[in-house]
């Protein structure tokens, strides 16, 4: 019988080709017509230590973690004591026996010794060895040996007609070594026609600069730091071609301040950052709620506290998100949960730092940002750049009290007036001042705005029933593992409410809440942040708690015993 | 065009009588004027600080940030707009000591912004106590043994990192100072200009008879483009030399080497997202599979 979903584990150190086994498998997998999708996890280190992929492939959208291992392809020493935990005995282990040992973690799983290095040798070359992985996985599958042929010949095309040429065979070679070995079960379900053609295989980083620049995002200013910087490199590499300005910072400060000073030029500014590079942007984000002067701010949350673990994931940053910046004024913060959800709540950010003339986050973390699977097309006839700068009258003032909080925003050297901002409480013109009156007129106009933009909060996703009994509470990056769990737990009593917007809260939150026996909240940190987020700002306390804050993202297996062992009443 | 021109009408001036600020604020209306900018192309921006009120008095754009965050603002405006006169002003903590890592970096990223830092060696809205620059031994109520950290040379460290401009002035000589003013503002690239400058409140010490006696003014035989020459400039501290002091003047600045200008003016307000471009990007996420 054919399977339908399987994963595969690569794990080896980095530099040794975990990277081009994972690019070439997954483009393969996809030009084959299956959905993919792809993790990885690593360390902070730039050579050696352990990395691993897991892949999943299947004629079904996949787009969450599973622990579950069916292929393991080990490519280097020591990696399959790196994943043991993940061994089961349905785990076929494929790949050369003196890389993968003889230790009691391979006691109780199936072994394909298929020699990569010495093939590849005698193909020429150690090098190869990674072509002969390919082609070795591909042919466990079951994949047309053509269409291997044809995508290796694509991928290597350009170089030298004799690497070209013993690529293929490389790739060849491993395909037929597997073939003679007893792997029928490993055999995949044909791709059907439709598939995953046409669609987009990208990451979250990408996903979240391509929504920047659909958003009219004209200037980045940025210092690096993992996991953030993948979408620093984006917007560097299609910086010319799209008319962005891109600036690596001396500091995260310098960032912040930069963004806010092209903003408040005009143009359409984004920091992106993580841990305690956001936290020194802090006062940056308060002097953005003072000039009102928009900012969007892209920060990939990674385990603190301080360093923490650098190139691991979590969803420990939602209170200082929340809470970042002296003083009291008005933000919004986003949280995209599928890759659709990066792109249009990413674009979707600057017309909102634009309107409102606040702050607005986009949180996600080093899962979101690594991840990648086959999304459809994203839909531009939805993306508007809506500008709100005027062109300023002679007698132009920024501040001028509003209804809503919001006044007219002009830019230095568009039109007759003169554009005045000050970190100071200012007056209408927006001078120093300290005319206490005028500061209470000036926080109630700032913070009309934080009442006026709850009109436009972007509503929690409800997957499920709508007479559910169980609602499970999630926001960001776990979409897709508690969306797949709650689909296997296969209850019709059980919905998942997805917030991609967790501040200001949405108002039918409550309403939700109350529909359902018991509520629960899944998200990845240790004190259940947007549950207390949510009692603070909807007054209603979740029943329940999974919680997970080992610098790992959840798999869908731990939601699903999760919800199983608080969902008591299971049969 | 006249000075007046900058006039703030209703402005409440917070420095004290007899302040330094006075002579340099004066200066600096007239040096725009005789340059005749137009009030509505310049930007003003500072930190925090009693030089940094500086640009509440200019009729002029204002970005009056956070303590010791102008240049990094300053730059980012110039790059959003290269249309726009910038100036970054403020006092020497501001400059050079809160935001002493963004002087660094501002000079070695050169934009077209004048930086024009009040340096009276005192910290003046705090109170008095000691600024990067105050002298050994200075005594306030913080350095109650007298100041035993090495005075901030920040004319020094601009021409060791290959400052495009760099020039001393003296607040109190109000006709040099302006004509200091214009050749730094007119100048292509980042452009530092020190005004010394008297605390009449807080440093005893260096007053104007202080800055009088200890100052000089360069003549020809000093070639500002002669680097050694003018690194020797800066390290002498007794008497200080007045005027431009070192020219590195050939370098491209920030905003010229940023690929979005290259084909296009327009300030980046002014444009709009190219959609069809977009779409080929993110097509070519799906490998035509």
């Known amino acids: 019988m054919h399977r339908d979903d399987l994963s595969i584990v690569l794990c080896g150190q980095a530099g040794q080709g975990v990277q081009t086994v994972e690019f070439l498998l997954t483009r393969l997998l996809k030009l084959a017509g299956y959905h993919v999708f792809a993790t990885k996890e690593y360390m902070s280190r730039v050579r050696g230590g352990l990395n691993s992929t897991t892949l999943r492939v299947s004629n079904r959208e996949v787009a969450a973690y599973v622990h579950r291992m069916d292929i393991l392809v080990p490519l280097s020493a020591g990696a399959v004591e790196h994943v043991a935990k993940r061994i089961s005995h349905g785990t076929v282990v494929l790949g050369e026996r003196q890389v993968m040992g003889d230790g009691p973690a391979l006691a109780s799983c199936r072994v394909l010794d298929v020699p990569f290095t010495k093939m590849a040798q005698e193909i020429g070359n150690a090098l190869y060895s990674n072509s002969v992985a390919v082609g070795a996985v591909a042919g466990a599958l079951g994949l047309d040996l053509q269409r291997v042929t044809d995508y290796v010949l694509r991928f290597f095309a350009g170089k030298q007609a004799s690497i070209v040429e013993d690529n293929v065979k490389a790739a060849q070679a491993g395909y037929k070594a597997v073939g003679s070995l007893d792997v029928d079960d490993l055999a995949i379900e044909p791709a059907g026609d439709v598939g995953a053609k046409g669609r987009l295989l990208l990451d979250g980083a990408e996903a979240v600069g391509l929504g920047a620049i659909a958003g009219g995002c004209n200037f980045v200013s940025s210092y690096p730091m993992s996991p953030s910087t993948a979408v620093l490199t984006f917007m560097a590499r299609h910086g010319d071609e799209f008319g962005v300005v891109v600036e690596q910072a001396e500091d995260e400060i310098a960032a912040i301040n930069m963004a806010i000073g092209a903003g408040y030029a005009g143009a359409r500014a984004l920091v992106t950052t993580s841990g305690g590079g956001f936290a020194l942007m802090t006062e940056g984000v308060s002097l953005a709620g003072m000039l009102e002067t928009p900012v969007v701010i892209h920060l990939a949350q990674r385990p603190g506290p301080a360093t923490g673990l650098p190139t691991r994931t979590e969803q420990g940053d939602l209170e200082l998100a929340l809470y970042a910046g002296h003083g009291e004024f008005p933000r919004i913060i986003l949280a995209p949960g599928t890759l659709e959800d990066g792109f249009q709540l990413a674009q979707q950010a600057f017309n909102l730092a634009d309107k409102y003339q606040v702050p607005v986050f986009i949180l996600t973390d080093q899962y979101y940002i690594d991840s990648y699977y086959d999304a459809p097309p994203f839909d531009l006839s939805k993306t508007a750049v809506v500008k709100h700068v005027v062109k300023t009258e002679k007698d132009y003032r920024r501040y001028v009290v509003t209804q809503d909080g919001v006044s007219a925003r002009g830019v230095p050297g568009f039109g007759e007036g003169l554009v005045v901002v000050d970190s100071d409480e200012h007056d209408e013109e927006g001078h120093i001042t300290e005319d206490l009156d005028l500061r209470v007129r000036m926080v109630n106009k700032r913070l009309a705005k934080g009442a006026s933009l709850t009109m436009d909060v972007v509503p929690p996703v409800l997957v499920g029933p709508d007479n559910y009994k169980n609602l499970v509470i999630c926001w960001g990056s776990t979409y897709h593992a508690v969306n797949e769990a709650i689909a296997e737990l296969g209850r019709n009593d059980t919905a998942m409410l997805h917030y991609r917007q967790v501040y200001p809260l949405h108002d039918r939150t409550a309403e939700y809440m109350a529909r359902a026996e018991r509520t629960l909240v899944v998200e990845g940190n240790a004190t259940g942040q947007f549950a207390k987020l949510i009692e603070l700002h909807a007054g209603v306390p979740a029943d329940e708690l999974l919680l997970k804050y080992n610098g790992m993202n959840f798999s869908v297996e731990e939601v699903v015993d999760g919800l199983k062992a608080l969902i008591k009443d299971v049969v | ?289």
């Open chain 2, 1 to 289: 065009m006249d000075a007046k021109a900058f006039d703030m009408e209703k402005a409440d001036v917070a420095w004290c009588p007899g302040c330094g600020n006075f002579p340099i604020l004066k200066a600096l209306k007239e040096a725009l004027a005789e340059l005749d900018i137009d009030p509505t192309q310049l930007v003003m921006v500072s930190g925090i600080g009693q030089a940094a009120k500086i640009p509440h008095y200019v009729r002029a754009h204002v970005f009056n940030g956070l303590h010791g965050r102008a240049l990094p603002p300053a730059t980012a405006i110039k790059a959003a707009n290269p249309r726009l006169t910038v100036i970054a002003e403020s006092g020497d903590g501001d400059m050079y000591g809160e935001g002493g890592n963004h002087f660094i970096h501002c000079i070695r990223r050169n934009p077209d912004i004048t930086n024009i830092v009040h340096d009276n060696r005192v910290y003046g809205l705090t109170k008095g106590q000691a600024s990067p620059t105050s002298p050994l031994g200075f005594k306030t109520s913080v350095q109650v043994h007298g100041v035993s950290l090495e005075p901030f040379n920040p004319l020094a460290v601009a021409i060791a990192l290959d400052a495009s401009f760099v020039a001393r002035a003296n607040a109190q000589d109000r006709e040099q100072t302006k004509d200091l003013m214009k050749k730094a503002i007119g100048h292509k690239g980042y452009a530092l200009l020190d005004i010394l400058q008297p605390c009449v409140t807080y440093n005893k010490l260096n007053t104007y008879q202080w800055f009088k006696e200890h100052t000089y003014y360069l003549d020809g035989s000093h070639d500002p483009r002669d680097r050694m020459a003018a690194m020797q400039k800066a390290l002498e501290t007794d008497r200080l030399p007045l005027g431009v002091i070192y020219l590195s003047p050939t370098k491209p600045p920030f905003e010229d080497t940023r690929g979005v200008y290259r084909e296009d003016p327009r300030p980046l307000h002014e444009r709009q997202v190219d959609l069809d471009r977009l779409r080929h990007l993110m097509t070519s996420f799906a490998m035509n599979a």
